[in-house]
C-alpha cells in the first residue's frame, strides 16, 4: 500500500505530539506533587477531595471558635482568681474584727481596709477583655455592668459560642451569677432587723443543717425575744406552725424562757443564742426586744450590698451592750455571707475550669478529624512518587524515540537507492 508523505509526516508529528503531552502531564504531577492536577484527571476523585476539603473548612472554623472561646473563658478565670483571693482577704479581715479587744479605731481601720477591696471587686466585676468587651455584662459587652453603688445594669443573658457541630457553649457568666445571687436553698442566713439601740444584748450562731429532709428552701423564719421570752414564727415542710424542739425533737410550749447557749432546733436547721443572762432579764424587764430572721437563698443576693454593710457595721462605735450583740451579729451575719458568695465564686470557677477541659478534649477530637480528612484527600488526590518516577521515564523515552523515528523517517528519499 502506498503512503503518502504528508501521511507519514501526520502520523510522526501526531505520535510526538502524543507523547510530549504525556511527558509534560507527568512532569507537571512531579512538580506540584497532585496526581489529580485538573478534575478532568480524576473527575469523581475531585468531587470526593472538593467535599473532603470543605467539611476542613468547617473544621478549622470550629477550631478557631474554640480559640476564642478558651481565650475568654481564660481572661474569665484570672478575673475571678482575683475575685477569689480578694473575698479571702475580706474574710481574713472579718475574722480580725471579731477580736473583742479591737477600738473603734482599730475598726475602722478595718472598715478602710474592706472599702479599698470593695473597690477591686468593683473593679474585677467591671473587667473587659482584649476587646474592650466587659466580661460580665451578659450580652450587653459595651457597657459595665456595675454602678458605684454596686448595682447591677447588665443582663442575664450568657454569650454562646459554637466549637462544634454538636456544642454550642456558654462562655461567660453574667455578673449577677457572681456577684449577686447565691441559688435558693444553697445557704441559710441570719440577719437582726432591730435597731441597735432597742436590741437585746443577744448574740447568736448559725443557723446550720442538721435534718435536710425537714427544711422549706427558700422559706423564711423568725426568731423573737422580748419579755415574754423566744418565739419562733415560720411554716415547716408540711404546712404547721414552726415550733422550737427539745432535745429529742418534741415541740416545746411557746414562748421559751432565754438562757445563754441555749440551741434552737426548727425546720432542719439549728442555732445557738448567746448572753449574758442577767443583762438580757433587765432588758427585756424594761420592754427591749430584738429579732432574727433566717432567711433561705436570698440574704446574700448582692455582694456589694453585703461590703456595705459590714463597712457601715465596722464604722459605727460601740457604745453599749446592745451595740456590741448588734456588731457580733453583724460579724457573725457577714461571715456567712462571704463564705456563700467565696462558695458561689468557686462553683462558678468550676464551671469555667469544666469547660477549659471540655475545649481541650474537643481539640483532640477536632484534630484527629483532621488528620483523617487529610490522609483521606490525599489518598484521592496526593501523587504515588515512586509510580510516577517510573511514569517520566517511560514517556521520556517514548519521546525521544518517537522524536528519532520522525527524524529518521522525514530523512528518507527514494533518491537515496538511486545513487
Known amino acids: 500500500m502506498r503512503i503518502s508523505t504528508q501521511t507519514l509526516y501526520a502520523q510522526g508529528v501526531t505520535s510526538m505530539l502524543d507523547q510530549q503531552a504525556a511527558f509534560s502531564k507527568v512532569s507537571e504531577q512531579l512538580a506540584t506533587g497532585r496526581r489529580v492536577v485538573n478534575p478532568s484527571d480524576d473527575p469523581s476523585a475531585a468531587s ?12 478549622e472554623q470550629f477550631s478557631d471558635s474554640r480559640t ?10 484570672s478575673a475571678l482568681n482575683q475575685v477569689t483571693d480578694t473575698i479571702t482577704r475580706v474574710q481574713s479581715l472579718i475574722v480580725q474584727a471579731g ?11 478595718l472598715a478602710t481596709e474592706i472599702e479599698g ?33 454596686g448595682s447591677y445594669r447588665g443582663d442575664d443573658e450568657q454569650r454562646q459560642q459554637r466549637v462544634d457541630s454538636s456544642r454550642l457553649m456558654e462562655v461567660n457568666h453574667t455578673g449577677s451569677q457572681i456577684f449577686g ?3 435558693s436553698g444553697n445557704q441559710q442566713l441570719a440577719r437582726q432587723t432591730s435597731e441597735s439601740a432597742s436590741s437585746l444584748p443577744i448574740t447568736f450562731k448559725g ?5 435536710a429532709s425537714a427544711r422549706v428552701d427558700g422559706a423564711a423564719y423568725s426568731v423573737s425575744i422580748d419579755a415574754a421570752g423566744v418565739t419562733i414564727s415560720g411554716i415547716d415542710a408540711e404546712g404547721n406552725d414552726l415550733s422550737i424542739l427539745d432535745d429529742e425533737g418534741n415541740p416545746l410550749p411557746s414562748p421559751v424562757a432565754f438562757s445563754d447557749g441555749m440551741t434552737l432546733a426548727f425546720n432542719g436547721l439549728s442555732m445557738t443564742l448567746s448572753g449574758d443572762e442577767q443583762q438580757v432579764a433587765e432588758a427585756q424587764a424594761s420592754g427591749k426586744a ?20 459590714l463597712i457601715t457595721a465596722l464604722s459605727t462605735p460601740i457604745e453599749s451592750e446592745a451595740d456590741q450583740a448588734a456588731f457580733n451579729n453583724a460579724i457573725s451575719t457577714a461571715s456567712r455571707q462571704f463564705s456563700n458568695s467565696l462558695d458561689n465564686v468557686l462553683a462558678v470557677r468550676a464551671d469555667v475550669g469544666t469547660k ?17 480528612y487529610a490522609s483521606t484527600r490525599s489518598g484521592l488526590i496526593d501523587l504515588d512518587y515512586n509510580e510516577a518516577i517510573s511514569d517520566y521515564s517511560l514517556t521520556q523515552v517514548g519521546l525521544q524515540a518517537s522524536q528519532q523515528a520522525f527524524s529518521d523517517i522525514s530523512g528518507m528519499s527514494l533518491f537515496d537507492y538511486l545513487r
Open 48 to 59: 470526593q477531595a472538593v467535599t473532603i476539603s470543605q467539611s476542613q473548612a468547617v473544621n
Open 68 to 77: 476564642t472561646a478558651r481565650n475568654n473563658l481564660s481572661i474569665e478565670e
Open 99 to 109: 477580736n473583742g479587744t479591737l477600738s473603734d479605731s482599730d475598726r475602722d481601720a
Open 117 to 149: 477591696n470593695r473597690e477591686v471587686l468593683l473593679g474585677l466585676a467591671n473587667s473587659t477583655d482584649g476587646n474592650g468587651n466587659y466580661l460580665f455584662g451578659g450580652m450587653s459587652g459595651d457597657t459595665a455592668p456595675f454602678d458605684e453603688d
Open 181 to 183: 445571687g447565691v441559688a
Open 207 to 211: 443557723p446550720e443543717v442538721i435534718d
Open 290 to 309: 430584738t429579732q432574727l430572721v433566717i432567711e433561705e437563698g436570698e440574704a446574700s443576693a448582692d455582694l456589694f450590698a453585703n461590703l456595705d454593710g
Open 356 to 372: 477549659l477541659n471540655e475545649l481541650d478534649s474537643l481539640d483532640i477530637i477536632g484534630d484527629d478529624r483532621e488528620l483523617n
